[in-house]
Each structure stands twice: as structure tokens, then as C-alpha cells.
């Protein structure tokens, strides 16, 4: 998964702890530093939900003036 305004190491790590808890999962995400992109493998179900997390995620930020 591809990210345009997120930095891809820290969304993997708010990604693996909001699935933590989950037992049985078998989701694995894997930041690309190179490409700021996620790596996802899992259930379909898994990924859909970490694509709808990454959606809230990866917006743009307004600076402080």
C-alpha cells in the first residue's frame, strides 16, 4: 500500500498494535522505506480492514503557522 503523506515505519507500528490483541490473526505488515509504501499479508479481511486504517492515516497534515 502505497502512502502519500505518512511515514511508513510509523504506520506500520500504529497498525500492529491496534491488531495485537487480536488473537489468531494472521496479518503481517512490513514498512518499504524506500517506496514509503506498507508491505500487507493476511486474511482478506485483515488487509481490507488495514486499508480502511491506512485511508484514515495517510492525510495531510496542516503546520502550525
Not at 12 to 27: E, K, N
Not at 30 to 47: A, H, K, M, Q, W
Request: overall charge negative.
Amino acid at each position: 500500500l502505497p502512502l502519500a503523506h505518512a511515514v511508513a515505519q510509523q504506520v506500520t507500528q500504529v497498525v500492529q498494535a491496534s491488531f495485537a490483541r487480536r488473537g489468531g490473526s494472521t496479518l503481517m505488515v512490513v514498512p518499504d522505506p524506500r517506496t514509503n509504501s506498507l508491505i500487507v499479508s493476511g486474511s482478506p479481511s485483515e488487509v481490507e480492514e488495514v486499508r480502511e486504517l491506512v485511508a484514515k492515516l495517510d492525510v495531510e497534515v496542516e503546520s502550525a503557522r
